[in-house]
Nanobody
Framework: QVHLVESGGGLVQAGGSLRLSCAASRSIFSIKPMAWYRQAPGKQRELVAGLTSDGRTNYADSVKGRFIISRDNAVNTVYLQMNSLKPEDTAVYYC???????????WGQGTQVTVSS
């Protein structure tokens, strides 16, 4: 059974930082590209950052230079380090896995990130 469990969301002031974590089932972590998506109220879900099985990364233009996606294979966990947060980063953030960072097969339950101005 596949599980993706996010943690680390919360309320932070603009300019602050948060680190999101996603614990994944071993069955997918080692073979599936992983990604973080987000969905703000009234907006479509969008790709924030992706990480392929061979370590290549991909970031949305809006977060380049501020967010970093990484993985720890020893604990089957993928992280999203978010720095210099802006109010427009407020959204529910979802961990995801699939055959590519755009073809998602599995979603986590989501974690709320709220950035106050």
């Amino acid at each position: 059974q596949v599980h993706l469990v996010e943690s680390g969301g919360g309320l932070v002031q603009a300019g602050g930082s948060l680190r999101l974590s996603c614990a994944a089932s071993r069955s997918i972590f080692s073979i599936k590209p992983m990604a973080w998506y987000r969905q703000a109220p009234g907006k479509q879900r969008e790709l924030v950052a992706g990480l392929t099985s061979d370590g290549r990364t991909n970031y949305a233009d809006s977060v380049k230079g501020r967010f970093i996606i990484s993985r720890d294979n020893a604990v089957n966990t993928v992280y999203l380090q978010m720095n210099s947060l802006k109010p427009e980063d407020t959204a529910v953030y979802y961990c995801a896995a699939g055959s590519s960072i755009y073809l998602i097969e599995y979603w986590g339950q989501g974690t709320q990130v709220t950035v106050s101005s």
